[in-house]
C-alpha cells in the first residue's frame, strides 16, 4: 500500500465554537459570583464576606450552591471596582427564588437619599431598580411579575442616558418599558461596598435563595440575557452550553487528484484556548 503525506505537515482546522465559551459574554464582565461552595469570585478576585446568609447546597438554581437570605447580607470587596456613575455603563444579573412578598433590599451600594443605585423588591415578586443621587434625584424602573416559589432571573442594565429611557430591568429575559424621573440626577458614586440581600432603602433585607450574581461594566444587549436566560436553564460562567456549533474552515490540497478516487485518514490532536479550538489534522490519502 502506498501512502501520500498531504500538504507534509497536514491540514490545518480553525473552529470556532460557539457554545463552548462564548467570548461576548465574558466581554466586560468584572466579577462572577456562582455560590456553589462559597462567596469566592470565580471570575476575579472581589470575593464576598458572608455576614449572616447561610449557603445551601440543595436549593440552587446552578452549579452546586446558592446563599438563603433571611434580612442578612454577604458584602463584596473592592468597592472601586463597582464605582460606576451616571456617565457609565454597566448590567447585573442574578437568579432569585424569593420569598419577599412586600417592600424589601435586594442589592445596592450607597445609602438612604445619598448617591447610591440599588434593588428593590415589590409586590407580585417584581424588582425595581434606582439611580439616586438624592434625596428627591433619582431615575428608577421596574421589572415585569416574577413567578412565585420558583427561580427567576433578573438582570438590570444601563446606557448612561441619565434617564430611566436607559434604565431596564429584566426578567426570565423578558422586560417592559417605562420609569420614572425625579429632579435631576446627579453623581451616584460613593465609597460604600457592594451589598447583596439588602438595599440602600429599608430595613427590611430580603427573604429567599440567590445564585450565579454577576457584574459587567457595559450594557449587556437583550439577546445576551435571552441567551444567559438559556430557555430557563440558565448559562453559567464561563458561559458554554451543550450544544456546539461548529464553523470549520480549511485549507485546500495541493494534490486534490488523490482524494478524488483513494480513502483518507485524518489523525490529529486538539490545542483549546478559551475562544479557539485549533484542530491539527495530518492527512494521509491511502491508495493500493
Given at each position: ?262 480513502p483518507i485518514r485524518f489523525v490529529g490532536f486538539i490545542v483549546y484556548t478559551p475562544n479557539i479550538v485549533n484542530i491539527i489534522a495530518f492527512c494521509e490519502v491511502l491508495a493500493e
Amino acid at each position: 500500500m502506498k501512502k501520500y503525506i498531504v500538504l507534509g505537515i497536514g491540514i490545518f482546522f480553525l473552529i470556532l465554537i460557539s457554545g463552548l465559551a462564548n467570548a461576548s459574554l465574558s466581554d466586560g464582565l468584572v466579577s462572577y459570583w456562582s455560590f456553589d461552595t462559597d462567596a469566592t469570585d470565580d471570575y476575579a478576585s472581589n470575593d464576598g464576606t458572608v455576614i449572616g446568609a447561610v449557603h445551601n447546597n440543595t436549593a440552587y438554581k446552578l452549579g452546586g450552591g446558592c446563599y438563603d437570605f433571611s434580612d442578612d447580607n454577604i458584602s463584596f470587596a473592592n468597592e472601586e471596582k463597582f464605582d460606576f456613575d451616571k456617565e457609565d455603563n454597566f448590567s447585573f444579573c442574578f437568579w432569585a427564588d424569593s420569598d419577599s412578598t412586600g417592600d424589601v433590599g435586594v442589592l445596592g451600594k450607597g445609602q438612604v437619599e445619598s448617591p447610591t443605585f440599588y434593588v428593590q423588591g415589590s409586590s407580585g415578586y417584581k424588582m425595581k431598580v434606582y439611580l439616586r443621587s438624592g434625596a428627591g434625584d433619582y431615575i428608577t424602573t421596574t421589572s415585569p411579575n416574577a413567578i412565585y416559589n420558583e427561580y427567576n432571573y433578573y438582570c438590570f442594565t444601563y446606557n448612561n442616558t441619565e434617564s430611566y429611557t436607559g434604565l431596564t430591568a429584566y426578567i426570565n429575559a423578558t422586560n417592559i418599558t417605562g420609569g420614572s424621573d425625579a429632579g435631576t440626577l446627579g453623581s451616584i458614586l460613593n465609597n460604600f461596598n457592594l451589598v447583596l440581600g439588602q438595599g440602600s432603602t429599608t430595613a427590611n433585607g430580603f427573604d429567599g435563595r440567590i445564585d450565579e450574581f454577576a457584574f459587567w461594566n457595559r450594557t449587556l444587549a437583550t439577546s445576551e440575557i435571552v441567551e444567559l436566560y438559556n430557555s430557563g436553564a440558565g448559562l453559567a460562567y464561563p458561559f458554554t452550553t451543550a450544544n456546539d456549533t461548529l464553523n470549520m474552515s480549511a485549507t485546500t490540497p495541493t494534490n486534490k487528484s488523490q482524494f478524488n478516487t483513494n480513502p483518507i485518514r485524518f489523525v490529529g490532536f486538539i490545542v483549546y484556548t478559551p475562544n479557539i479550538v485549533n484542530i491539527i489534522a495530518f492527512c494521509e490519502v491511502l491508495a493500493e
